[in-house]
């Protein structure tokens, strides 16, 4: 919204600034920032009165976990209300891929918000039904892979990019609609698994927007793609707003979420933030990096699926517990141990997504 600010403006003064991208970058960030701190309290209690019990503990979860029942759920509210009003008050609303990722944020979140309802009020861990969810995933995910190549420049529609060979295309056809409910689908769940511990999901999903803010940034500069030989995509540098403000939103739930945790995400946020993340990715051309960026949802995703088919298949696990970091709580490490050690994991994975920018 500030963006028409920039009507008023001869050129050298104060509106003048909201034509810079980065500016407005900045606004979006300290704008949720100060969004979350405002209202995370409050929203806290208010999900404190209304839950009562909170969010149900898994029956064969860790001992630990269940000394954090009573412990209110769908703090992802906060994430989604800072992202939401920080995005429009910055972004330029005449963009559309802004548009496709705040509504799939907003679709997933809504997904998400049903499942903590029905499991809240139910008391039970099993909320909506998982095909209910998976199926209403696919539909927002279709439509919104339909709506970013509609939107990519002729040369790059239902094309697939590859990172480390920046001039090869593979033309996927209308296979790339699928391609691309598979990547925010996929990275949806992924990140929903990823969240099981206090401050577990939240800072390896802002440390992915923080990577995708400055990919979007130089995929949508025509100026650095030409440097850095990477594909054009005309507009998706306004998504650097988006990412800004998820950081920012991220960090003031984070302050909440810290061990111990005041507040959980829930599904309302992991599903709407997984999602968020998926739609960036194939708005910028950049699915494949980030399976990278993300390799710590990929790892916690797959650690699941391994778990389930060996089972199925020799009735024995190959994981104490699954996803991933509930193995290593089973083999005695610390609750922030984990949390931290795969923070730094996706700290380097972003560096390395960083880098496919710059390898030819």
Known sequence: MFY?????SDGGDIFNLFRYQTVRAGGAFLTAL?????????????????????????????????????????????????LMV?????????????WIVLL???????IGFADDYAKVTKQNTKGVSGRVRFTAGLVIAALASFAAAAFHPAELTYQLAFP????ALLNLWWFFI???????????????????LDGLAIMPVMIAAGTFGVIAYVVGNSNWTEYLGVHFVPGTGELLIFCA??????????????????????????????GAL?????????????????????????SVIIQVVYYKRTGKRVFLMAPIHHHFEKKGWAEPQIVIRFWIISLILALVGLATLKVR
Not at 247 to 264: C, D, H, R, T
């Open 34 to 82: 100060i969004f979350g701190f405002v209202f995370g309290r409050p929203l806290i209690d208010l999900l404190r009165r209304k839950q009562k019990k909170g969010q149900p503990i898994r029956d064969d979860g860790p001992q630990s976990h269940f000394a954090k029942a009573g412990t209110p759920t769908m703090g992802g509210l906060l994430i989604l209300s800072a």
């Open 164 to 167: 480390f060979f920046k001039d």
């Open 178 to 196: 699928p391609f691309g409910m598979v990547v925010i689908v996929g990275a949806a769940n992924a990140v929903n698994l990823t969240d099981g």
């Open 86 to 98: 920080s995005t429009l008050l910055w972004a330029r609303w005449d963009n559309p891929y802004v």
């Open 104 to 110: 799939v944020t907003l679709a997933f979140g809504l």
């Open 4 to 8: 028409w600010l920039t009507a008023f």
């Open 245 to 274: 403000a998820l950081f920012g939103g991220g960090m003031g739930f984070l302050w909440y979420n810290a061990p111990p945790a005041a507040v959980f995400m829930g599904d309302t946020g992991s599903l709407a933030l997984g």
């Open 278 to 302: 998926g739609a960036i990715a194939v708005c910028t051309k950049h699915e494949i990096v980030l399976a990278i960026v993300g390799g710590l949802f990929v790892v916690e995703a797959l």
